[in-house]
């Protein structure tokens, strides 16, 4: 395995070979450094505004710019043509930022789109040709802006058994013994955190909130106190106690729904990415959405990337990047299905000449160029790209629900569904990509775990409400 990856990243520093034609692209991407969840508003800082420029910067170098290592076929260089762009962002002050930010790196203030008036003068748009490319909100079904507020991940997807999937890991075998085994070692950090966690929650329940506060202290706050108690180890040990508990919210190999982020994702690369190989002139070339890091580790679940690394069950670090290429040796304008290969790529953290977004293989095979209709058929496992499937999976029959399922029997049709199929996808469900935020301090569903001894009895709806109750009085 090591000979095998090694191998590969080496193939992966090897420059593209002559005449290969990128024709799309689809970027999923973490906001910058921003402020500890555990106090409101959160905010993108200055730091993580340079992150998320900078990664702007790396994937012009790569797509955009004239002189680019991947040009997108067809993309303007320098001035933004945005029919050829789609750029989305759920309602959340972070994410939206970020984005902002990132299209500044992606299309830098221009003078030429300086223009002559009838008299002779010639204006330039402001900030020295600041580019103006908007950026789409996705709002969620369950109506939360400001997700990266939230500490509670499915709370915001709008997706019933999402959510009940979720608290099932506070049943798990794994989540109960972690629980246990590190009680001592949470409650050795109080002197560190009690000015924000109290003994109580001092637990590995709020493995997260309590690594996210200690991670941006380390970065932002010159006095910790006692701080000398953060050694490497410990710090490391927060980490990784934060990946498990995380990880373990965001994927089940034995239920997929609560991976929905990382399906709903799958399904968003699929239609743009078919979309993109029947491109005309109007269609976009690059599509960029801004989401959190529950997103990247239910996708790397479902595509079998654990199995390339352990690593990719470690949340990502801030301003990572995941791309999606859709690429082509043939010279003819409208190449065939059988020409066309995908290729995916991530960053950890910014990308950038230094960190660049590197290759990997999806879907447990071992090549990281994959011919589409592989890559559709790794996909379709696990995407879910309409309306109607999202709700049958969520278990949702109202609201949008309602309409999508309306009349037309679905009961026979395969749940997972193919790209390209029916429509597309409501604003309303997309939107749990970045809403199924960051989570962490939930549920007392410990209680409920140790009083009523199993998630039966408790009805799907008490437990949601108390998902909500919970949300309400804490974030992210
Ligand atoms: C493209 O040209 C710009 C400006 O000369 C330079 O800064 C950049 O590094 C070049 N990029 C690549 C990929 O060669
Ligand atoms: C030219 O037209 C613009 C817009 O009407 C006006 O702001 C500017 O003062 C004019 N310049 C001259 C030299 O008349
Ligand atoms: C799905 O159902 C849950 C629980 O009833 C609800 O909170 C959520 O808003 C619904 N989502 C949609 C998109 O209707
Ligand atoms: C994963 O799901 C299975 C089946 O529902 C369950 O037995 C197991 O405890 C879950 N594991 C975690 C970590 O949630
Ligand atoms: C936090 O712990 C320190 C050291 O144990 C103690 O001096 C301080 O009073 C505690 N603060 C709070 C708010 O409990
Ligand atoms: C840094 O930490 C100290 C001690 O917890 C706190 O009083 C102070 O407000 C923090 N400063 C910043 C900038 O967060
Ligand atoms: C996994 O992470 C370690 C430590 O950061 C790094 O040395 C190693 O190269 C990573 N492996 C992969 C496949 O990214
Ligand atoms: C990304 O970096 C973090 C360390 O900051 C690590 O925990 C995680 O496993 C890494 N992920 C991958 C896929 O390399
Ligand atoms: C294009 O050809 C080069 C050289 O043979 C090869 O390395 C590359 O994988 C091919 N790309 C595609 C998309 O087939
Ligand atoms: C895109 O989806 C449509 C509708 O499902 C399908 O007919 C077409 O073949 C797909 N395109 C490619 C390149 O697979």
Known sequence: ???????LLLLSAVPLATAETVLGAYI???HGDRTTKSYKPTVLTSLGAEQVYTSGQYYRDQYISSNASAKINGVSSDLAVLSQLQVTAPTDDVLQNSAQVFLQGLYPPTTMATQTLANGTKVNAPLGGYQYIPVNAVSTAASSSNSEDSEWLQAGSGCGNAVVSSNNYFLSEEYVSALDSTKGFYSSLLPVINSTFSADKATFKNAYTIYDYVHVSQIHNASIPASSLLTTET????QTLADKHEFGLAYN???PVRAIAGSTLAGQVLTFLNSTALSTPSTPKLEIQFGAYATFLSFFGLASLPKVSENFTGIVDYASSIAFELVTNSTSAKPSASELSVRFRFANGT????NPAQEYPLFGQDQTLLGWADFVKGMQQFAIADTASW???CGNST?????ALGGSDSSGSDPVATAGHSGGMSRAVAGVIGALVTLAVILGLEALVMG???LRLVKKAALRRNAVEEVSQTKA
């Open 1 to 7: 395995m090591a000979a095998t990856l090694a191998h």
């Open 28 to 30: 999923f991407h973490r």
């Open 235 to 238: 710090v490391h040990q927060m």
């Open 253 to 255: 190999a034995s239920e």
């Open 351 to 354: 990308a950038s000449e230094a």
């Open 391 to 393: 709700c049958k999976i």
């Open 399 to 403: 609201g949008v629900c309602a309409d």
């Open 452 to 454: 009523l001894g199993g």
